[in-house]
Structure formats: C-alpha cells, structure tokens
C-alpha cells in the first residue's frame, strides 16, 4: 500500500468483505476501501490530520485483516526454523521477532511477527504469529505444505487485531490496563480487560510507541469504544498508516517487498542472527549465503525528493541516461515537509548521499538516497 490509487485498484480485483468493526468505522464517518479483500476505513477526518494526531498523541488502527495464527506440537521449534530464518529456539516466553518467510530461491513471500506464548494463551499453544492481509491465505497453504504432521496450525480467524500507536499510546492503554505500562518494545503477553481475554504486544508499523492488541471479534467494539473514549486516542485511518511507516522506513509486503527480492537486498539481514546464517536449515538459505557474500545485485534505500512533486510506486530511477532503479513507495510526508519515497535501486548506486533523478509525470525530478528512517522510531526500550 502506498497511497490510494494503490488501495482503489485492489478494490476492484478482490471480493469485499466485513471486518467486525465495519459498522463501527461508518458510524464514525469513514470513508471506506477496499484492501486486501475488506472493506476497510481509509481516513477520517483526513489523512494529514490524521497522520499529525499520530505522532503527537496516540491513534488506533483496525487492522484485523491480517492474519493471525498459532502453533504447537512436537517439535514446533524445529518446524518453525525451517519455515523462517530466525532464531525460534532462542525466542524466550514474551518475546516476539520481525521474520519473513521465504521461497525455496529466497524471495520474500510474506514478512511477520512471531510471538513465544509460554502461557498457555491460545489453547496452549506455543507460538504466535501475525502475517499480512492479502497473503494470509498464500502463508497457511505455503505453511500447510511444509509443516511436518506433528505440528498443529490453528487460524484464528475469531480474533480481530487493533494497533494503537503514538507517544501517548502508552498512558492511554495503561488507564485501562495499568499492567502493560511494563512492557517494552518487542515484548508481549496475556492481560485481562472487563474480563476479556487479550494478548498484547509493545510493538507496531508507524515508528512511534505502541501496542497491537489481539481481542476476541465479538469484544472488540467495547474494547475500541473504550479506547477512543480517552483524550489522547482517535481512530486513525490507512492513508495515515501508510504515510507513517514511510517515514519510519519501514516496507511494505507487495509494495517493497515481493518473491522478486531477497532478504539482504531489502536490507533485512538484522532478522537473520549469526547461528542461522552459519548452520542454515531454513527455505530459501543458500540465497542468503550467496548474498551476504557476494553482496545482492540491487537494494532497497530511501529518497529524498527535491520540490513538492512526489514519486508513486513504479516511477523509475536514473542515474544520468542510464536506468538503475523504481520507486516503490512514495508520497509527501506530514512530518518531514516533502515528498519522500522506498525504491530498489542497482547496488552501485545504492549509496548513501548518492544523486539520481526519479521520472514524474514525463519530466525528470532531483533525488538523493537518504538515511532511512526519515524520522526517528521512537520505540520504548527502556523501563
């Protein structure tokens, strides 16, 4: 996702259907998308606005189309590392991972969330894990296919997702919830709210402070009614979360991201520790090998943007006459004055400070690769 015409256009290609907060976004005046094959508020009272009240108080997101998924069984650890490159058996109870799952040539097929339960949530089971929207069901049958019978893969598919995000995320969920005002970033567990079972995570996709809270779909409107009752809170719509994590540098499955691109090419390699680059045993490994090696032929970097004009998805790279790259999130960015844009560019000139043009509309704009994030995270790591 990178902007609207982006969110129109999958509109039209995928069959709608209703989050449990559906009604409760139209109610509130939203204006309403479809994305990722749901109807899904795109912004409120506008995306500036919203983006704005973001990073200076706290905004809550419906995100319950992605997938949300757990696991057990014999052996799920070992299952589990050679589905994604990560270090599972080294993950201790309330502690969770940015992983991806990989194709059998290492291209990206999906990047996610992998949670340890250790609490005995979820029926027992002992990892947790959140994959993206529109390729949740490519990831259950891509996992199907490769998880031995011993391992049980349950889809909760009952359970909706909420992301509240900003500087004041936190004193917001704590007048509700005092106990999560002791989790820091990455970390998770069980709480109770009027009764009702959570799992919360201090974590999210804008860079700011923040929370994803997993709720029971037939509980979530109280839970939402609640939290947009307090001052610091309002809901916040997709167009704000896509110019938020832009700014954040952070990419985008199917936008970004793709089977096309590898792991060290999307400067992800932070997700691979030492022990699974050297032993392997994960789909996809001897891509890494050779990368990390050999380096990749291309690689994701920010850009700057001189003027006012922002770049879109596919508008194409150049150094001199010669093509070397494509745009593959862009727009103008609330915090930082400017337009500003995620492309992939070949790995000559992916260098930090380097000047290239970015075609527009038929004429050639000024570019520089720029230090990503555009704006500082702002990540609670320290009690």
Not at 101 to 117: F, N, P
Not at 143 to 172: C, K, S
Request: hydrophobic share 45%.
């Amino acid at each position: 996702m990178s902007g609207n015409d982006d969110i129109a256009t999958i509109a039209e290609e995928l069959p709608l259907e209703a989050l449990p907060l559906d009604a409760w976004h139209r109610a509130r005046g939203a204006r309403m998308v479809g994305f990722a094959g749901y109807h899904m508020p795109i912004q409120y009272e506008g995306i500036m606005a919203e983006h704005a009240w973001t990073r200076e108080h706290a905004g809550l997101f419906d995100v319950s189309h992605m997938g949300q998924l757990s696991f057990s069984g014999e052996n799920v650890d070992d299952a589990l590392e050679y589905l994604l490159p990560s270090d599972i058996k080294g993950l201790k109870p309330f502690r969770q991972r940015y992983s991806m799952l990989l194709d059998q040539e290492g291209g990206i097929l999906d990047d996610l969330m992998v949670s340890r339960l250790g609490d005995g949530a979820f029926d027992g089971a002992a990892i947790y894990m959140v994959v993206n929207g529109a390729t949740k069901y490519d990831d259950i049958g891509w996992m199907i296919e490769h998880l031995p019978d011993a391992v049980v893969m349950n889809h909760m598919a009952d359970q909706a997702l909420l992301a509240l995000q900003g500087p004041e995320a936190g004193e917001a969920l704590a007048t509700l919830i005092p106990q999560t005002a002791d989790l820091l970033f990455m970390q998770s567990g069980p709480f109770t709210w009027r009764g009702i079972p959570l799992w919360i995570s201090r974590s999210g996709y804008t860079g700011e402070d923040g929370f994803e809270i997993s709720v029971p779909a037939d509980d979530v409107i109280l839970l939402a009614d609640a939290l947009c009752a307090l001052p610091q809170v309002k809901p916040i719509g997709l167009g704000a979360r896509d110019s938020l994590r832009l700014e954040a540098g952070l990419p985008l499955y199917g936008h970004d991201l793709s089977p096309a691109v590898s792991t060290i090419g999307a400067d992800l390699g932070f997700a691979i520790p030492k022990r699974r680059r050297e032993e392997g045993g994960f789909i996809g490994h001897a891509r890494v090998t050779k990368e990390l090696a050999d380096g990749p032929g291309s690689r994701r970097v920010g850009l700057t943007i001189e003027g006012r004009l922002p770049a879109r998805e596919g508008a194409q790279i150049y150094a001199g006459d010669v093509l070397v790259g494509e745009v593959t999130s862009g727009g103008f960015a609330p915090s930082v004055g400017a337009p500003i844009a995620m492309g992939w560019v070949s790995l000559p000139h992916a260098v930090i400070g380097e000047a290239l043009e970015i075609e527009v509309r038929g004429k050639r704009i000024a570019a520089v690769v720029a230090p990503m994030p555009f704006v500082p995270h702002h990540y609670r790591r320290k009690a």
